[in-house]
């Protein structure tokens, strides 16, 4: 069975940092790319980094310059790292790994940015 399990959310004032984490079971993490999206009340979720199976990276201009995506295949593990937050950064953020027609989703964590 896979499973996706996204962590480290939480509260945080604007201009704090968090790290999400999105650890895989189930699959050969390292053959997928793995992207992270986040949903506010209210509106569509929307795309924020990817990370390719060879590491390569790629930013939404929203959070290009403040949030960083690598991962541990060792560990099976995505991370976010979430720099100089806003409260419109506001959301739950899912991750989504994805190989040819394999899309699996984690269930979600809540990050509340306050100002």
């Known amino acids: 069975q896979v499973r996706l399990v996204e962590s480290g959310g939480g509260l945080v004032q604007a201009g704090g940092s968090l790290r999400l984490s999105c650890a895989a079971s189930?699959?050969?993490?390292?053959?997928?790319?793995v992207a992270w999206h986040r949903q506010s009340p209210g509106k569509e979720r929307e795309w924020v980094a990817v990370i390719s199976r060879l590491g390569s990276t790629t930013y939404a201009d929203s959070v290009k310059g403040r949030f960083t995506i690598s991962r541990d295949n060792a560990k099976n593990t995505v991370y976010l790292q979430m720099n100089s937050l806003k409260p419109e950064d506001t959301a739950v953020y899912y991750c989504k790994s994805s190989r040819s027609s394999d899309n699996y989703w984690g269930q979600g964590t809540q990050v509340t940015v306050s100002s």
């Open positions: 189930g699959i050969t993490f390292s053959t997928y790319a």
